[in-house]
């Protein structure tokens, strides 16, 4: 019998199609909001201040807290990450009736990792600990293996993170998802199918006043980093179950490949702070 699946895409269950993606944008732009509208979400909340947010809209998702669990269980915050992981793949979450993993953040996530890295450190004489050359190349080898093992679950998967901007020698000025390392954005961006900027901007109303409301660019100027599938509008709704509805159908119009002109920074979407790439180092880093 071959090991291999030789039938075609629309023959096959919808549960072997699934959406990865990866939203950045600044805090409060909607992130953790849009990513709790996709089928059955389980949090891994790292961000504390998202749980509100979670809650009110979708007080039926499954949130495992890493910083309160990891205080009451007295062990470090990687561990019950690790345990979360584990539990995706041994059919724990799958059993809880779990849709999709929801990973909040992927910033904050790297920050722990680097915690863990400079915790197992040794000090030197003057009771310094130091951060090396040695040390980048481990937070980014560990953090390619923690995006490949999120990338692999069997469920939907949004991976939530900060915005970042990135100014090359012209002036012009990039944003991309926040890590520490200069390769990561785009390196990260790859294990995903979908990547998106989510934004906020004004739009008017049928009675002319204006409300702000929240969009997800997936296909706009070059100096965004974004990535899309042909089922998905240039600009979409934060509402991700009806991605999820667009991918899976298979009647599903296919969007012409192109740009949107929507740009963040035009629509009040984005006024943001001028910034440059940071590097942090020692053991002060969060």
């Not at 947010?53 to 990891?70: E, L, M, Y």
């Not at 199918?193 to 100027?221: I, K, M, P, T």
Request: charged share 25%; glycine share 6%; aromatic share 4%.
């Amino acid at each position: 019998m071959s090991l291999l699946n030789l039938s075609p895409l629309r023959e096959r269950a919808e549960d072997t199609i699934l959406l990865r993606a990866l939203l950045h944008g600044d805090s409060g732009a909607g992130k953790t909001t849009a990513a709790s509208k996709m089928p059955r979400p389980c949090f891994l909340l790292t961000e504390p201040n998202g749980l509100l947010s979670i809650r009110a809209s979708n007080p039926d998702a499954i949130v495992v807290d890493v910083v309160s669990t990891s205080q009451n269980r007295n062990v470090s915050s990687m561990q019950i990450v690790r345990e979360f992981f584990t539990a995706a793949l041994d059919g724990t979450l799958a059993n809880a009736e779990v849709k999709t993993v929801v990973i909040d953040s992927l910033t904050e996530l790297q920050r722990m990792l680097r915690d863990e890295i400079m915790s197992s450190k040794r000090a030197g004489p003057n009771g310094e600990v130091k951060w090396t050359l040695e040390d980048w190349s481990t937070l980014t080898d560990r953090m390619r293996k923690l995006v490949r093992t999120i990338r692999d679950l069997p469920f939907h998967v949004v991976a939530i993170c900060l915005s970042d901007t990135e100014t090359d020698d012209s002036g012009t000025r990039y944003v991309v998802p926040s890590f520490q390392g200069k390769k990561l954005p785009n390196e990260v961006a790859g294990y995903f199918n979908v990547v998106g900027y989510v934004f906020r901007r004004s739009e008017e109303n049928e009675d002319g006043s204006q409300v702000l409301s929240h969009r997800v660019l997936l296909r706009g100027a070059s100096n965004y980093l974004t990535k899309s599938l042909p089922q998905l509008d240039a600009v979409e709704d934060p509402n991700m179950s009806n991605w999820v509805k667009k991918i899976m159908s298979n009647d599903a119009p296919v969007v012409e490949a192109g740009v949107s002109d929507a740009d963040p920074k035009e629509t009040g979407g984005a006024k943001k702070r001028r910034r440059s790439r940071r590097r942090t180092t020692g053991a002060t880093l969060a």
